[in-house]
């Protein structure tokens, strides 16, 4: 039996089929100048057992936060992951790329998002959630949808300490779609609430704000929902929603609609991706989220059951009604999510967030009283601070990766900085901590650098 797909035989049928009769004149529209004209330089076939050793050893020339320590966050976080998440998730019930909603034959999955949803209003103390979207950049700009069309207007501001690579999202859906981003200028760090009072007005639908913010620090969110608010629009923000376990619920402080990248809640950082983005919002707001909202109910005989309630896509409601067109959810990255926060409990949640914390204002301050450089801004910061160093950054990096480090990002070759904060990040590294990063590890790095400034 032959297992090539496509044998000789086929191709001389398939050429017949359509009129032609060799690969050469099937390809004569395309100049024979640009074609290849000569056999694909690729080695001989391997056997099973020499392509399974191969493969090993080019993913032995990648390097994990399970060989290195990492300081580095922006978004995606080295948080512990309790081994129960990864066996629950790998079940056959629920392992699959398909989402079945089909409710006589998917109680379990139906379940689930509604315990994900049910979690995520309890986290973020919003009265509804969905059964999220695809990462944080697409949950921003479906909440900027949804502020569109309750205020009909068309100018959102984003503040510029909003992650740039969301930032960058929402730029491209704008052209596409027609609305306009202003970005409002930060003061050290932090919201400057003059400048954003300035910019809002009977025009803006939305503003946008992190929490924390892409350089870490702490934002007053009560005076930021005040201003959006006066003038009618929509307050939506970007939370780490392992932050959410420490600081005000966003629901006690005004704010709209909460969004932000749920792969800290259990999911692993896989080289970026996939990840997911939590979305929930006011109650006023239920028929205008986007993708799918599981509800609970019960039958004629008073059994629970679960079923797919609503979706306010085009596809299902009238299109000049429709927000979104969404048309999934990461499910399986969802019930990660579900099952961590269940491990956890509030407790637990508050205290990775406090460990977190804790850990990245000793990294801090170990780095700054011991000469090795200073903190950009000194407001108040969570789990992730600026830090200049007084080294050569390229070489502090390089050495620091040498010795087993990620010693964080470097501010300066990130790409989609507004230009009102991009020349203050040169030279500086964003540094992430979690409860993971040991007392040895802060140390050891703290202990590496000295000796690298000591040899400079």
């Known amino acids: 039996m032959s297992f090539i797909p496509i044998t000789q035989s086929d191709q001389e049928e398939m050429l017949a089929a359509i009129g032609v009769s060799s690969i050469d004149e099937l390809f004569a529209d395309i100049p024979r100048e640009m074609r290849l004209e000569r056999e694909l330089s690729l080695p001989q076939a391997l056997s099973e057992a ?27 976080y080295d948080h512990h992951i309790p081994a129960a998440v990864a066996h629950l998730v790998g079940r ?22 509604y315990e994900y949803q049910s979690a995520v209003c309890f986290l973020t103390g919003m009265d509804v959630a969905n059964a999220s979207v695809y990462d944080a950049g697409t949950a921003i700009v479906e909440a900027v949808g949804i502020a569109r069309a309750t205020t009909r207007r068309d100018r959102v501001v984003f503040l510029d300490t909003v992650h740039p690579d969301h930032l960058a999202v929402a730029k491209t859906y704008a052209a596409a779609q027609g609305w306009e981003i202003t970005i409002a200028p930060s003061r050290e760090g932090r919201t400057d609430l003059g400048k954003l009072t300035a910019l809002v007005d009977k025009e803006t639908a939305a503003v946008v704000v992190q929490q924390p913010n892409f350089v870490g620090q702490v934002e ?9 608010q006066s003038v009618g629009a929509l307050f939506i923000l970007c939370a780490n929603p392992i932050m ?11 704010v709209d609609i909460v969004v932000g990248e749920g792969q800290p809640l259990g999911g692993r950082l896989h080289y970026g991706g996939p990840t997911l983005g939590f979305f929930a919002a006011k109650a006023k707001y239920l028929r205008r989220l986007p993708g799918r909202i599981v509800g609970k109910t019960t039958d004629l005989e008073g059994r629970v059951g679960y079923v797919l309630t609503l979706q306010a896509r085009e596809q299902h409601i009238r299109r000049e009604r429709a927000s979104s067109n969404i048309c999934s959810n990461q499910a399986l990255n969802a019930l990660a999510a579900t099952i961590y926060l269940a491990l956890l409990g509030p407790e637990g949640l508050k205290d990775v967030a406090y460990q977190s914390v804790q850990k990245a204002h000793y990294l801090a301050n170990q780095l ?19 830090f200049r160093p007084k080294m050569d950054l390229d070489t502090l990096w390089a050495k620091s990766l040498e010795a087993g480090y990620l010693p964080g990002l470097n501010l300066g070759k990130m790409p989609f900085l507004p230009e009102s904060i991009a020349p203050s990040l040169e030279g500086t590294l964003l540094m992430a901590v979690t409860e993971k990063r040991t007392r040895a590890e802060l140390d050891g790095l703290v202990s590496l650098w000295e000796g690298l400034m000591a040899n400079d």
Do not use: M
Request: hydrophobic residues 40%; glycine residues 12%.
């Open 220 to 228: 007053d969110l009560l005076p930021i929902a005040e201003a959006a």
């Open 368 to 386: 700054t009283t011991k000469g090795l450089g200073d903190l950009v801004w000194s407001g108040p910061f969570a789990n992730e601070f600026v």
């Open 244 to 254: 959410l376990g420490l600081l005000t619920s966003p629901g006690k402080v005004g």
């Open 92 to 113: 056959s019930d629920f392992y699959t790329a398909y989402t079945p909603y089909q409710a006589e034959v998917s109680q379990g999955t139906l379940q689930s998002i």
């Open 50 to 76: 020499e392509l399974v050793r191969h493969c090993r050893q080019l993913a032995g020339r990648n390097q994990s936060t399970e060989q290195l320590v990492s300081f580095l966050g922006a978004g995606l």
